[in-house]
């Protein structure tokens, strides 16, 4: 793995159902297939707030290949290599499910080139085991939102930020001020 990359893999991270993954849809029931698609949208909605308090993430994907090497992986891709390294940081000391994540830097950049596009065509031979990702279908619009959401919650914690700046400040030098007359009175006593 590379020592500084703009995306971050975490490793078995999605805990997808491989007996499910694998099963085709004309096998599950229309409750089964909505369960399943809240169950997601929330865990990559929790994903991308939560790394988007990095930094801008540019790409978010979940690999649904059931082979144990890729088995759950989900990408994150960040604007800045910096904020990458800030999430890293905070997520290997992290856990989430009940299970430490495993987070380490990704040398993929592209994913347009680790797709498999015989599977974004519908007709992959190889299944859940195939080499190349199988990345998770997320709709564009809901993409969009969660972008919307992750630009007020760092506008709103800008503001907070700057605020409690703005009255350390104040507090300073209301401090610093009632310093100096004490020490001036104390000289004019003498």
Not at 152 to 163: L, S, T, V, Y
Request: glycine share 4%; charged share 35%; hydrophobic share 25%.
């Amino acid at each position: 793995m590379p020592a500084f990359s703009q995306t971050l893999i975490l490793k078995h991270f999605w805990a997808n159902n491989p007996s499910l993954s694998s099963a085709p849809s004309a096998n599950k029931t229309d409750e089964d297939l909505y369960k399943e698609d809240e169950e997601f949208f929330d865990f990559y909605e929790d994903v991308y707030l939560e790394a988007s308090k990095f930094g801008v993430v540019e790409e978010c994907v979940v690999c649904d290949n059931v082979g144990d090497h890729m088995l759950g992986h989900v990408y994150i891709k960040f604007n800045d290599e910096e904020d990458a390294a800030d999430c890293l940081t905070s997520f290997k000391s992290r856990h989430y499910g009940g299970r430490m994540t495993d987070v380490e830097f990704s040398p993929v950049t592209d994913f347009r080139e680790s797709r498999c596009r015989q599977f974004d065509d519908q007709c992959c031979k190889r299944g859940g085991f195939c080499n190349f990702m199988h990345i998770k279908k997320v709709p564009p619009k809901f993409v969009r939102s969660l972008r919307e959401e992750a630009r007020e919650a760092k506008a709103k914690m800008d503001e907070e930020r700057r605020k409690e700046k703005e009255e350390r400040r104040g507090r300073s030098e209301s401090s610093g001020s009632s310093r100096s007359r004490s020490r001036s009175r104390s000289r004019s006593e003498d």
